[in-house]
Structures are given as C-alpha cells and as structure tokens.
C-alpha cells in the first residue's frame, strides 16, 4: 500500500533554515508528481510547491517562492523541501502528497502522509 | 490565482440527515475540482475528483456534482463517522487552491 513518511519537522528560529524529507514507498515513485501542502494551526490547507516526476519542472506558492526549495531523488524515493529564510507565519503541520498525474501541474492528492509540525519561534 | 469559496462554514446536522457542501471559484475551471475530508490531527482523505468521480473506496453515500463555477459536495446520509471538516480544490493551474473548508458538526 501506498505510504507517505514526513520527517524533520521541529522548533526553529525565524530566519534560519529546516529540511524536511518525505520518504514514499507502495508505488513507482518516478512516475509521479509530488506536492508539499501546508496547514497553520486551526487554519485551512494551502498548497505549498509542486515537483514533476523526473525532477525537472517546479512550481512554489507566492508565499514561499524564492525561500522554498522542492527537490526529490528517485533514485531514495525520497521527496525533499528545503526552507530557507523561515517566518513565523510559516508555522504548518506540513504534508506531502502524491499527486495522480506526472507533471503536478494541475493534480489533485490522491494519498498524502501523516505530516510533520514546524514552527518558527524566538 | 483561483479563489475558492465554500459555504457553509460550518453545518449542524443529525445522523441520517442529506447534507449538501458548496464550493464556488472566482473563474471557470470545468470540472478540475476534488474534494476532502479531514478529521482532527489527520491528514486529508480524498473522496471526489473531476467533480464527480467516487475515490476508489469511499462510500457511495459520497456524492459531487457542478462544473464551471459552482460545486456541491453532498453526503446522502449522514453517519456518525461523516462528522469532519470538508474541502474543496480546484486543480485547474499549477497553483491549486483550496476552499476555507466546512465543519460538519453534531447537531
């Protein structure tokens, strides 16, 4: 079966960076697209970035673009967001989802994992 | 970007009770919509894509309808495991959006 792990998240300084991985197993992780969506606490979902299944094409919400980094390696089957610059408004369980096409660009989440808590703090 | 607008925020209901969710966006997307639910500390749960397609697995008591603009999530019966929070996303771009969600609480 599918499954979807985050790990990472943690207590971290404003300004300072946090890696968080999502390590995917149960399906052919090279053949799909990948998202990192976001939820403050008690607040809604809010789409985060977006990887294509070979690496090649992303795309990153105006609130995290240019601070935010998605990568992923097929060869670990292990999707990656990279945060730079943290704020405390980027204070989120955040989860990663499969998407149900290869590009993501337009997809929806057809499994997503349990999450991970960041949150930015003095 | 897309907006999504659901309605209501928030729903009281009764066990058995038909419960119907609307989401309506700030432009055409055909019927690039699908639907969530949430329960407290869990992840999302897809249940509707292509606004009307049954996730394989949820229940048929499980229904969408609409296209364009406006979307209706709607719950036949409603079961005692149905009491959550429910959203709606358009996929229409690559910047997909969601909806502010809906709480369906105990009546």
């Known amino acids: 079966q599918v499954q979807l792990v985050e790990s990472g998240g943690g207590v971290v300084q404003p300004g300072r960076s946090l890696r968080l991985s999502c390590a995917a197993s149960?399906?052919?992780?090279?053949?799909?697209?990948m998202h990192w969506v976001r939820q403050a606490p008690g607040k809604g979902l809010e789409w985060v970035a977006v990887?294509?299944?070979?690496?090649?094409?992303?795309y990153y919400a105006d609130s995290v673009e240019g601070r935010f980094t998605i990568f992923r390696d097929n060869s670990k089957n292990t999707l990656y967001l990279q945060m730079n610059s943290l704020r405390p408004e980027d204070t989120a369980v955040y989860y990663c989802?499969?998407?149900?096409?290869?590009?993501?660009?337009?997809?929806?989440?057809?499994?997503w994992g349990q999450g991970t808590l960041v949150t930015v703090s003095s | 970007d897309i907006q999504m607008t659901q309605s209501p925020s928030t729903l009281s209901a009764s066990v058995g009770d038909r419960v119907t969710i609307t989401c309506r966006a700030s432009?055409?997307?055909?019927?690039?919509l699908a639907w969530y639910q949430q329960k407290p500390g869990k992840a999302p749960k897809l249940l509707i894509y292509k606004a009307s397609s049954l996730q394989s697995g949820v229940p048929s008591r499980f229904s969408g309808s609409g296209s364009g603009t406006e979307f209706t999530l709607t719950i036949s019966s409603l079961q005692p495991d149905d009491f959550a929070t429910y959203y709606c996303?358009?996929?229409?771009?690559?910047?997909?959006?969601f909806g502010q969600g809906t709480k369906v609480e105990i009546k």
């Open positions: 432009q055409s997307i055909s019927t690039w």
């Open positions: 149960g399906f052919t992780f090279s053949n799909y697209g």
């Open positions: 990887i294509s299944f070979d690496g090649r094409t992303k």
């Open positions: 989802a499969k998407g149900e096409g290869t590009e993501g660009a337009g997809d929806y989440f057809d499994y």
């Open positions: 996303q358009q996929y229409d771009s690559y910047s997909q959006t």
